[in-house]
């Protein structure tokens, strides 16, 4: 099992920045792959950016020059920093985790961000 834990999320203007924190507990080496993923209203939940045990990255066409996926594996904490951030990246911002075996998802329990004037 894992938990996930997120943190971070609020409101701000545009053009302005957040950092989100996502905090794993429990099978915690047992994750291979880590990710934030956002829903807007009557919207499917969409893949922002993840990152893999190994450290490669990927990002939605969306957010990239924008956002930054990073892990402290100290801290088992995942971030993503947002910056530039629009209007249209207002959403509720899940992380997720991928296990190996056995294969399992797990998500934290959202973090609103809002990004309006």
């Known amino acids: 099992q894992v938990q996930l834990v997120e943190s971070g999320g609020g409101l701000v203007q545009p053009g302005g920045s957040l950092r989100l924190a996502c905090a794993a507990a429990?099978?915690?080496?047992?994750?291979?792959?880590m990710g934030w993923y956002r829903q807007a209203p009557g919207k499917q939940r969409e893949l922002v950016a993840d990152?893999?045990?190994?450290?490669?990255?990927s990002y939605a066409d969306s957010v990239k020059g924008r956002f930054t996926i990073s892990r402290d594996n100290a801290k088992n904490t995942v971030y993503l920093q947002m910056n530039s951030l629009k209007p249209e990246d207002t959403a509720v911002y899940y992380c997720?985790?991928?296990?190996?075996?056995?294969?399992?998802?797990?998500w934290g329990q959202g973090t609103q961000v809002t990004v309006s004037s």
């Open positions: 997720q985790s991928v296990t190996r075996i056995p294969a399992k998802i797990y």
């Open positions: 429990g099978s915690i080496d047992n994750i291979f792959v």
């Open positions: 990152i893999e045990q190994a450290g490669g990255t």
